[in-house]
């Protein structure tokens, strides 16, 4: 179980995050949504132990994750741009990281590289957006972490791969008795594969709840999502356009 | 599968992996710089008997290869810290290794270890092979191991020490570029600190020694304060200790080397250490979110902005105050515009930071209260009482500086630098009492001083130094760039004191007492050893004087008593020409051609009161009445030029002193002056009672502290000139002009 008891978090004096609470259940998967610098990523980096709260703190089955070694070495984020270094190929990646994670699997690894057909030997810097995308889902896979934090999961990724990375995290999740949570602007792929929904609205926390009484209140998550936006539309008419008034398009001569 | 320690190790491979090409690339470097430098090098190898001479002993390091040696420990350990602590300063770097299984505390400890281990692997390995050499090329040695240990020892000290600070600009700094920026400040703080005190120092403090260098010679007036501080110099204080002990050059006197002092290498493993703790400190501080974002630090950008300003800020005050003020005000709307444009970058945190206040604080009570005392040491100056003995330099007659001395000359002009050292009470009131005029008198400008102001308002370049021996044993030294002409004429007071006396004998004590070369007294070879001529003051006869050694000894004793019963006031300011000039030279085929002074030769002016030598002349038939005249008559004149004393009469400022000692010489120009003026018609002297007054008046001698004018004088029997000084003010003889 992943759990977050009142986290606030600031950078540099501005406040990102404050007084979040909430649990992500083992053998679940939850989602993390909110607007564009929300602090979904920030909160993911307080639960992988790489940034320290100003206060509260992030659990990871009821062990304080910040410089907990153990528990990190069963924790496994995959940013939305991962590092990669220069003339690194999979298999350098798999030398990196099978010292650091006890529990990598060799085999996970060799299946996972030949399921998403990508060349081991050749280098990372030379693969498209999605196929690093792709040798990150894979080495996170690898190392079998019993928490894993994927964020901007689909990110990069076409039609078909959002679909098999849904059916992986899910698959893994019920097997491994793992804790993920998620983040994704695709909400529609995203309601479909999780239990939970989290959101983040205003630095604070907006809903949390199981994705079906969302569901069942709005419709969609992406109607949710919209209800509760704050953006005035009307600021970004006719900045480039003709002005549109009702059905019509008005033309300023 | 690895476990936590299995992690642990495995981080230690990928960062000894990670930095074996930097560290074989370094040991490459300090393969040549160590072994090659002292065993390959054809014309400078320990192998080479021509080298070594069969008195070196031991050498690990070539002689020119000293001060790289020290700058590449530096900046090798400089850099190997920034590779080692680089992943904290890139966003997706630090994002990887923070999530890791493996705790800050690890992660540093594993980079400082493993760059520790690789630093002592690429220095030792270099000095053991060294050391190899040494032992086939000049065999076993005592303390040759000893000074390779401790050679060894400090070289790694010095290229950890850089390391550590690297570590911590890396660990407080949130990019690259200001890591390097801040770990540089860092390592160049002391230095800069210490240079800039010396600059403020040297234009504020009237007196100040430190780092002050004389115009001659290559040592400053005191060390400086780098120097002073160079223990306490991460950059710097190893070098005296590599240079003293990378070599041991058997002198005669003994076959030691010299002894090791390690204590302030064992200072600097303390402080090494100190700062691997204060960077682990930091590390478990540091926030991972600071990766990639610069001026977040409010430490890091003050030491960043102070430590180059301050640098800047004291060369432009170096320069000239002009240029500080410029300086400054540039500083100021730098400042001002980026608190326009918003930006929080180098000085303008809006919010009050207690340890960076403190700092602040705490550096400004620092310097003000070093700026008091500094100040206030150097206004007051020793008690009589508790002075054993002073230095003073010398401004006499240079063909009897008794003393070992520097000395620069070019054709007729000529500068020396000596100081006798003076114990009696006496002369140790006197020099205080000139001292504190010189004191009480500030610094002034370099210039002319007008009418009755000439001789206190003239001041020129020159070193003036007085250095007290303290009961206690200190030394306590003053030195003052320049000195107005009073001030130099008041130095004369010690032609009469013992020292100088004895140090006069000691110029003229004649071949007898033993070879002139053999000694510091640079006067004395001339009169032991060179030709002699004797001409009249008027230069229209010269005589070559041959005599042997025995009679030398007797021409010597009989100068050495007139000169020591000669009043001070009769040889620097002359009422009456010589009857007589004593050239000894070792290059009479030229110098008979100018009769100038010039370092390798000396000259006696022989006037009255030398009764010893005009007798001993005289006796010998060495004197020559018929020929010798020390006066002109006008009608023999065919030019007289005259061009007032001063020396910033020249378009020219002068920047290197002149000894004020003025000696008369030919020349075969008549724009020959001492000090040229480069522009205007030559005063030319035409009425006859003008030039009888200055004919009779102008001296071939005499201590420029007054007003007067340098004369030529062409006679229409010669194609030469005679350059003679007229003292006085006199009347100008501008009415005269063409």
């Known amino acids: 179980m992943i759990e977050t008891r009142n986290v606030s978090k600031s950078y540099f004096g501005v406040s990102v995050l404050e007084g979040i609470s909430f649990t992500a259940d083992t053998g679940a998967v939850c989602g993390l949504i909110g607007y564009n610098g929300a602090g979904k990523t920030t909160l993911l980096r307080v639960i992988s132990g790489m940034y320290r709260p100003e206060t509260g703190e992030a659990l990871l089955d009821g062990e304080a994750v910040y410089e907990n ?69 894979i080495l996170a896979f690898s190392t079998k972490p019993r928490y894993l934090l994927l964020d901007e999961i689909f990110d990069g990724l076409d039609l078909s791969m959002r679909g098999v990375m849904n059916t992986l995290l899910a698959d893994y999740v019920k097997t491994s008795n793992a804790t993920a949570i998620v983040t994704s602007h695709n909400l529609r792929e995203l309601e479909d594969n999780i239990d939970k929904i989290v959101m983040i609205h205003g630095r604070r926390l907006g809903y949390v709840g199981p994705v079906a009484e969302i569901k069942a209140a709005h419709g969609t998550l992406e109607q949710y999502f919209l209800s509760e936006r704050d953006i005035d539309d009307a600021a970004f008419a006719g900045i480039f356009g003709p002005e549109r008034n009702g059905g019509a398009a008005e033309v300023q001569t | 599968m690895a476990g936590r ?10 960062q000894l992996q990670g930095s074996l090409g930097f560290a074989s690339a370094g040991f490459c470097v300090l393969l040549f ?47 190997f810290g920034l590779l080692s602590f680089r992943f904290v300063l890139d966003q997706r770097r630090a994002s990887v290794y923070f999530t890791l299984g493996v705790g ?56 950890m020490a850089a390391f550590a600070v690297a570590a911590v600009g890396c660990l407080l700094a949130g990019t690259m570029p200001e890591a390097v920026f801040f770990s540089a400040a860092l390592l160049a703080a002391p230095y800069v600190l210490s240079s800039a005190a010396n600059t403020f120092m040297k234009h504020l403090l009237w007196g100040n020694p430190f780092g002050a260098m004389p115009f001659l010679g290559d040592a400053p007036a005191a060390p400086s304060v780098t120097d002073m501080f160079s223990s306490a110099n991460p950059v710097l204080f190893f070098f005296e200790d590599l240079e003293a002990h990378r070599m041991f050059y058997r002198p005669l006197e003994t076959d030691m080397p010299e002894k090791i002092a390690p204590t302030i290498l064992v200072v600097w493993v303390v402080v090494v250490i100190a700062t691997t703790l204060l960077g682990l400190i930091i590390m478990r501080k540091r926030r991972a979110e600071q990766a990639g974002f610069a001026s977040k630090n409010p430490i890091v950008t003050r030491i960043c902005a102070f430590v180059p300003l301050l640098f800047a800020g004291a060369l432009a005050f170096d320069l000239s105050a002009g240029v500080s003020l410029v300086f400054g005000l540039a500083v100021l709307v730098v400042i001002f515009a980026l608190g326009i444009l918003g930006g929080d970058r180098l000085l303008l945190s809006a919010r009050p930071h207690a340890p960076s206040i403190a700092v602040r604080a705490f550096l400004l009570l620092v310097c003000t209260a070093g700026a008091v005392i500094g100040y206030g040491a150097y206004t007051s100056l020793p008690d009589a009482e508790g002075v054993t003995a002073v230095s003073v330099s010398s401004v006499g007659a240079p063909s009897y500086v008794g003393v070992p001395a520097l000395g620069s000359s070019t054709g007729h002009d000529y500068y020396f630098s000596a100081a006798y050292s003076f114990t009696s009470e006496a002369d140790v009131a006197l020099a205080l009492r000139i001292h504190g005029e010189i004191s009480d008198g500030g610094r002034k400008p370099l210039r002319s001083g007008t009418g009755d102001n000439f001789e206190t308002g003239t001041v020129v370049p020159y070193d003036v130094s007085f250095t007290y021996t303290l009961e206690s044993g200190k030394t306590k030294t003053w030195y003052y760039d320049r000195a107005s002409l009073s001030q130099l004429r008041s130095l004369l007071a010690f032609e009469n004191t013992e020292p100088v006396r004895l140090g006069r004998d000691a110029v003229l004590a004649g071949p007898e007492n033993g070879d002139a070369s053999s000694d510091m007294l640079w006067a004395r070879e001339a009169f032991t050893g060179g030709d002699i001529f004797l001409a009249d003051p008027t230069y229209r006869s010269m005589f070559s004087l041959s005599i042997d050694a025995e009679n030398r000894a007797r021409l010597l004793a009989a100068i050495r008593a007139d000169i020591s019963a000669q009043k001070t006031e009769d040889r620097y300011f002359p009422k009456d020409e010589p009857l007589g000039i004593l050239m000894f030279t070792f290059d009479g085929e030229n110098d008979v051609n100018s009769f100038s002074y010039h370092l390798n030769n000396s000259f006696v002016y022989l006037d009255e009161s030398f009764e010893n030598t005009l ?40 920047s290197f002193p002149q000894s004020p000692y003025f000696m008369s010489y030919l020349s075969d120009s008549p724009d020959d002056f001492r000090i040229l003026k480069d522009f205007g018609e030559k005063d030319i002297v035409k009425d006859p009672a003008r030039k009888k007054q200055i004919l009779s008046e102008m001296r071939s001698a005499y201590f420029l502290s007054e007003e007067g004018s340098l004369v030529a004088v062409k ?16 009347d100008s003889a501008m009415n005269d002009k063409e």
């Open chain 1, 69 to 137: 070694a153990e528990k990190k070495s069963r924790t496994f984020m995959l940013t939305e741009d991962m590092y990669f270094p220069p003339q690194a190929s999979l298999d350098d990646m798999r030398d990196f990281y099978a010292g650091y994670y006890p529990a990598w699997d060799e085999g996970t690894f060799a299946s996972l590289c030949a399921a998403f057909r990508l060349d081991r030997t050749q280098k990372i810097g030379s693969f498209s957006k999605g196929m690093r995308r792709q040798a990150g889902i």
């Open chain 2, 5 to 14: 320690s299995g992690a642990a190790r495995h981080d230690v491979r990928r």
């Open chain 2, 33 to 79: 710089l160590i072994p090659f430098s002292t065993a390959g090098i054809p014309g400078d190898s320990i192998f080479s008997v021509a080298v070594t001479h069969m008195q070196m002993k031991f050498r690990f390091i070539g002689d020119d290869f000293v001060t790289a040696v020290q700058a590449f420990a530096v900046l090798y350990g400089f850099a």
């Open chain 2, 104 to 159: 800050r505390v690890r992660l540093y400890l594993n980079r400082f270890l493993v760059g520790a281990a690789l630093l002592a692997v690429t220095i030792i390995i270099p000095m053991a092979l060294s050391l190899a050499l040494n032992l086939v090329a000049l065999e076993p040695y005592q303390g040759m191991t000893a000074a390779f240990l401790y050679v060894s020892a400090g070289i790694f000290v010095t290229a």
């Open chain 2, 615 to 654: 007798s001993y002349l005289n006796a010998n038939g060495l004197w020559f009445d018929d020929g010798m005249t020390n006066s002109i008559d006008p009608d023999e004149v065919e030019t007289l030029i005259v061009q007032p004393y001063d020396p910033y009469i020249g378009i020219n400022k002068p």
């Open chain 2, 715 to 730: 006679y229409k029997s010669s194609n030469k000139w005679v350059y003679k000084f007229w003292p006085g003010a006199g």
